[in-house]
């Protein structure tokens, strides 16, 4: 037949009051009980309008807590046994891991150290994905681009020191280059004991030739002579312009009367040239000084001696009639 449900059964928590009494239990023989102050401290309170009223006790609560306690404590231990276990693999883990990290950083100092001009491009492997590897991705990236501009700020400064020592209108070498050769291949004589000669050239009647024609013909004819000259002389004779209509000739390893024989060449070439393809009835001549150096004058102002001597047998050219070579 019908049977009636059971009752249902009591909370299982106790009700107490500010002072821990029970005034309501699932068991009447709990009811005025006052429990201790250690099992309040697993008791809930029971709030109103901010207030507290009373609090809610559980045994099971009191378990789940205790347990909880019992997982910490648990927990705990593993901690300090974890910690255990770190500082007797800390010493060996910090050289291995001390080694992986201190490799690419001696790598990334030895290339910072052997950077200097010329070598400025450095490249480090990179061995790894993290912070470390990517420092020295681009560490490589800058060294890359330090180069290119390094590469760059050379090659102007070539060009500039070329364009420095270079005539611009005959492209041929100027004194400031003259000088610099000079030194050069006199300290090589020398050495060696060996001669060298020297010639200064003047156009003849230069400023006529500006005067009837132009000073850009003046320029064309400047321009041409330079080509004569440099085709009709030694791969290492020194051929530079002096300044307006006057060159420089350095003859190494040449005595007076081979220079005076390669300047009368020299002279006789620049007079048979056609110089009608510049202009109609354009002739041009040249004058020439020439002396042999003395290879043991290392004075400061020896050049300047020896380019005034060669000067003063270039006046006595013009002075015999010019289309001439003075020795």
């Known amino acids: 037949g019908f049977q009636r449900p059971p009752p249902p059964l009591p909370p299982p928590y106790e009700l107490l009051d500010l002072q821990g009494k029970v005034i309501i239990a699932p068991q009447p023989d709990l009811l005025n009980e006052v429990i201790d102050s250690s099992r309040l401290t697993y008791a809930i309170p029971v709030f109103d309008h901010d207030e507290i009223i009373g609090y809610i006790h559980s045994d099971t609560q009191e378990a789940l807590i205790s347990q909880q306690l019992q997982f910490l404590k648990a927990i705990n231990d593993s ?10 693999l800390a010493i060996p883990m910090g050289i291995i891991l001390g080694r992986k990290l201190s490799d690419p950083i001696k790598k990334l100092d ?57 005539d611009p209108l005959t492209e041929l070498p100027n004194r400031r280059a003259f000088d610099d050769s000079t030194a050069l291949v006199l300290a090589q004589a020398q050495r ?10 003047d156009v003849d009647h230069f400023k006529a030739i500006n005067d009837n024609y132009s000073h850009s013909i003046g320029d064309q004819v400047l321009v041409h002579l330079a080509k004569t000259m440099r085709s009709n002389l030694r791969e290492v004779d020194i051929l530079a312009r002096y300044g307006g209509e006057e060159f420089m000739i350095l003859f190494p390893e040449t005595g007076l009367k081979k220079a005076f024989n390669s300047m009368e060449r020299l002279r006789e070439c620049v007079a048979s040239t056609d110089w009608s393809v510049i202009a109609d009835g354009l002739a041009v001549t040249i004058s020439s000084g020439l002396i042999e150096m003395d290879i043991n004058d290392s004075s400061p102002n020896g050049l300047e001696q020896a380019l005034h001597a060669a000067d003063l047998k270039l006046y006595t050219a013009k002075d015999n009639g010019r289309n001439r070579t003075e020795m």
């Open 192 to 201: 060696h004991a060996r001669p060298c000669s020297l010639a200064m050239v």
């Open 110 to 166: 030895r290339a910072m150290r052997s950077m200097h001009p010329g070598a400025i491009k450095q490249k480090v492997p990179v061995t790894s994905n993290d912070e470390l590897g990517s420092l020295t991705a681009n560490f490589n990236k800058m060294t890359r681009e330090l180069s290119r501009a390094y590469d760059e700020l050379e090659n102007s400064r070539q060009q500039m020191k070329a364009m420095s020592q270079r």
């Open 79 to 88: 901690l300090w046994l974890a910690l255990a276990l770190v500082s007797v």
